[in-house]
């Protein structure tokens, strides 16, 4: 396969991905009491949200990536 293809997959993929998490989420930890031998700590979680949009456009990018690399190879 042609290096746009390749491209053009990994695009495609990415683009379901957005669309089907809509956000990446993680946990942090954080420091809530440090006082002499006392440590408290609490997890947060969370979220960085993406678009339907970057989705859509990294779909439509991969789509004509894979088009482009048909044509030329």
Excluded: C, N
Aim: avoid cysteine; glycine fraction near 14%; charged fraction near 15%.
């Amino acid at each position: 396969m042609k290096k746009y293809a390749w491209i053009g997959i990994i695009l495609i993929v990415i683009g379901i991905i957005a669309f089907a998490y809509q956000g990446i989420s993680y946990t942090t930890r954080e420091k809530v009491v440090d006082l002499g031998p006392i440590h408290m700590t609490a997890e947060k979680t969370r979220t960085l949200p993406l678009s339907p949009i970057v989705g859509g456009i990294s779909l439509v990018g991969g789509i004509v990536l894979l088009v482009v690399g048909k044509k030329k190879g």
